[in-house]
């Protein structure tokens, strides 16, 4: 399969803009030196500016997928004396008990369904907390939750906050200081569209005090942390991601910024729900992100059909969902190099769709 033949609507890897492919088109660079040094600081200055840190924030990168930032990121800072509270909204709050589970930490498995946790307050169970867990958009079903009263509720219970937020990075706003965040784990192949193989996780000076002595050589933050002071890694990083990131960032910046990513993702996003209004298929819960979209059939087709119909007569590649969803709910990213000119692409393979269907 030739991806350049396909139209790319998948919530990662996603759309890649021309001039992140040229970076990646290069020979590689020897990297322990002060010119790939500059490179790891430009890119942990960016980051910690996007996510708007608190001064004296960190970055750790592992060249590792997504899972290993937010493994790591519970093995450093949550400990067996700990009560972690994590939010299971579908199939990435699973991965974050799952976690809590191998390494042993005490937790409670908060399963939500149709909040975005507004009301946490009244909705969470009444424990005594040291910690909340969540990914901002649980990417199974595209739902968002409310970072700012999930902050409310950790600061008021002196809780330490972590939050996955991967799958909506660069697309819908992230704020560390607006939000009280200790710990954001970032991912090369969403938001940030990147090829996938780059994980970066953000420390606030809160969550640094809160590092432990861990079992564990690769995923050690403190040695990261002492490599990272003269830009460099531990162990060999995914330099040319570095490269891209930094190329990434630089793009994002020239662009407007990330308020105006956000805004662009924004208009596309409605842009794409409006134009598929009068077709059977709803939303699939009313806290999207602008991330992405996701869509039930409303007259009893199967959401796979519909994806495997776009691949095959239209080459336009959505999402499915796995399991017991696989025939109620498909997927469609709005992340990465996305205007409505190619959204067209889908809004019109989705109309012929049905227009053939019903013939
Ligand atoms: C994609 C994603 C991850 C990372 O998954 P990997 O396959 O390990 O890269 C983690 N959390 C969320 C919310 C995601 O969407």
Redesign the pocket.
């Known amino acids: 399969m030739i991806f350049e033949d396909y139209a790319i609507f998948t919530?990662?890897p996603v759309k890649m803009s021309e001039e992140i492919l040229q970076v990646g088109a290069k020979q590689t660079p020897y990297f322990r030196n002060s010119e790939f040094s500059d490179v790891t600081f430009a890119c942990e200055n960016g980051l910690l500016d996007m996510v708007n840190a608190p001064e004296g924030s960190k970055v750790i990168f592992l060249t590792?997928?997504?899972?290993?930032?937010?493994e790591s990121a519970v093995m450093n800072l949550l400990h067996k004396d700990d009560n972690a509270l994590v939010v299971n909204g579908g199939g990435?709050g699973a991965?974050f008990v799952d976690i809590c589970a191998t390494h042993e930490i005490p937790h409670t498995n908060f399963k939500v369904n149709n909040t975005n946790l507004t009301d946490i307050e009244r909705l969470a169970p009444d424990d005594n907390y040291t910690a909340l867990v969540v990914?901002?958009?649980?990417?199974s079903v595209g739902h968002l939750y409310d970072l700012d009263a999930m902050g409310d509720y950790a600061i008021k219970n002196e809780m330490l906050y972590i939050v996955?937020a991967?799958?909506m990075l660069v697309t819908d706003p992230l704020d560390m200081q607006q939000s009280n965040i200790d710990v954001v784990?970032a991912?090369s192949?969403?938001g940030l569209a990147l090829p996938?193989g780059l994980?970066m996780v953000v420390l606030s000076p809160n969550a640094l005090e809160n590092l432990q002595d861990i079992n564990s050589l690769y995923f050690n933050y403190k040695d990261y942390l002492v490599n990272g002071e003269r830009g460099q890694t531990p162990y060999t990083p995914a330099v040319t991601i570095m490269l891209q990131l930094q190329a990434r960032l630089n793009q994002i910046s020239r662009r407007g910024g990330v308020e105006q990513s956000i805004a662009s993702a924004k208009e596309v996003a409605n842009y794409f729900r409006e134009s598929i209004k009068a077709l059977p298929l709803k939303e699939y819960t009313p806290y999207m992100p602008n991330a992405m979209t996701t869509l039930t059939p409303t007259d009893g087709k199967s959401a796979m059909d519909i994806v495997n119909a776009l691949e095959e007569n239209y080459k336009v590649m959505v999402c499915p969902n796995g399991g017991a969803e696989r025939d109620v709910v498909f997927r469609v990213s709005h992340m990465g190099e996305m205007t409505k000119e190619y959204t067209d692409i889908l809004i019109d393979a989705l109309h012929e769709y049905y227009a053939v269907v019903r013939a």
């Open positions: 919530p990662g590792a997928s997504g899972t290993a930032g937010m990435f991965r990914n901002a958009h649980e990417t996955d991967i799958s784990i991912s192949q969403k996938p994980t």
